[in-house]
Structures are given as structure tokens and as C-alpha cells.
């Protein structure tokens, strides 16, 4: 066991709920908004994962096998161009209804503002399942590495397999899943200020954009990840983060225009 590689473990997971905590605290007093909006946030991307993920765990399965006579790599495609959909119409259409309907019968307003704080408290609150997922995996990783091994495991080729995997872990196999966790808290932000402007705006085309945008990012984050491995992943999603870093600016300021007319 390396100490090194739990200290990673655990700045990580710390990182990933103080983050988004803190920049939720930013938002908050700079703008003179309520908790509430960035509770909102978090709170309806637990609803909307209660009706996604169950979907998603019955029926990717079945169309991985139904797809693999076409070979691995179709079948990795067709799987990750569904994953992505699924997401992006459950995620930006949740966001959707959430905005048209709740905010106006709780009288939040359509802010610029206020879609920050929301973005930031759905993305955040992924961040923050996310860092429980790395703290068990770093309880996992003490358990299994540890002088002796803590768990007695049968004689089995695969078990023995994945203890050297575990052992073989270097602080930087950990911490590009903060990276991404920054990233990811981005693009949510995006889409959520595009979802903001198609209720505020009145175009369900910015709402079709931001699905498809979602549903990009995922399958190519799927896809890659099978077949060119984690770096080529986070390079690519890092690029899709500094787009939404830009439409952010960009639709912060329209916005700001529009309120001030």
C-alpha cells in the first residue's frame, strides 16, 4: 500500500464536495441569491437518475449483445451513442421542466444568475456522489493493498488480478477523475444557462441543442474510454469544457443585455 496513493484518494474526494460547495458559497453572496436555487439543482438530478439510470441499467445490456454480431467496435459505438442520448434527453428536458414550471410557481426568477447557481448545484451534487464512489474505492484500495491484506480472498486468478491492478495504482491514475469532475461541473453550468435561454427565449431549439450537446460529450467520453483510454478522454472532454466555458461568457453577457433592455 502506498500512503501516497490514499492521501490522492482522499484530497480528491475532498476536493470534489468542497468545490462545488464553494463555488455555490461565490455565487450566493455575490449575487445576493438564495440556497435554495443551487438545492433545486441537486435535488432534481437525484429525480431525474431515479427514472434514468434504471432505464439505462435494463436495457444497455440487451443492446450491447443485440448490436455485438457487428463487431466489438459498432457494438461500443451504438452503445455509447445511446448512453448519450439517454443523458442528454433526460438531463436537459428534466432541466426543462424544472425551469418552465417550478420556478415560476415558486416565483424563482429566469435569471442569468440563478441558472449559475442551479448549474452548479446539478453538477455538484454528481461531483459529490462521485466522491463517495473514490472514497470506497480508497477504503478498497487500503483493504485489499494493505500488509497481509485485510480481506482473505479465494485462490482465484481474477481476485489476484485485480489486487495487482489495485497495487499498481499511481497518484496520477487518481487524479484525472478531479479533473474531470471540474470539467463536468462546467458543462453543466452550460447547459443549464442553454436550457435557461430556450424557457426565457422561447425556443425549444436551444433546448434540442443542449441535448444534443449532452448526448455528445457522453458518447464520446464512452466511447473513447473503451477504445483510446483515459487520457485521449479527458483531452477531448476538456475541450468540450473550455466550448462551454466560452458559451457561458457569451450567453452571461446576452442575457445581460436583454435584462437591462
Known sequence: MDPLVVATFAVVALLEIIVPLALGY?????????????????????????????????????????????????????????????????????RYLVYRYLFRRQEI???????????TGWGGVESMIVALVVLAGMVSYILL????????????PLPQAEIEALQALT????????????????LHIAWSLMVLAAVV?????????????????????????QTQGILVTEGVIFLFAVLALAYIFWEWRRMGVRAAA
Open 145 to 156: 493493498t494493505g500488509d497481509g491484506g485485510a480481506i482473505p480472498l479465494p485462490d482465484d
Open 26 to 94: 461565490w455565487i450566493v453572496k455575490k449575487f445576493g441569491l438564495s440556497w435554495r436555487v443551487f438545492g433545486l439543482g441537486a435535488l432534481f438530478f437525484i429525480v431525474v437518475q431515479v427514472f434514468h439510470a434504471p432505464l439505462v441499467i435494463l436495457t444497455q445490456t440487451p443492446l450491447y449483445f443485440a448490436v455485438l454480431p457487428f463487431g466489438t467496435t459498432a457494438a461500443v459505438a451504438v452503445l455509447a451513442l445511446y448512453l448519450g442520448l439517454m443523458a442528454g434527453l433526460f438531463e436537459e428536458v428534466g
Open 109 to 119: 426568477p429566469l435569471t442569468r444568475e440563478n441558472g449559475l447557481l442551479f448549474g
Open 201 to 225: 427565449y422561447g425556443k425549444k431549439a436551444l433546448l434540442a441543442l443542449a441535448i444534443l450537446w449532452h448526448a455528445a460529450v457522453d458518447a464520446a467520453a464512452v466511447y473513447l474510454a
Open 171 to 186: 497518484p496520477l491514475d487518481i487524479l484525472p477523475g478531479l479533473a474531470e469532475r471540474m470539467m463536468t461541473i462546467t
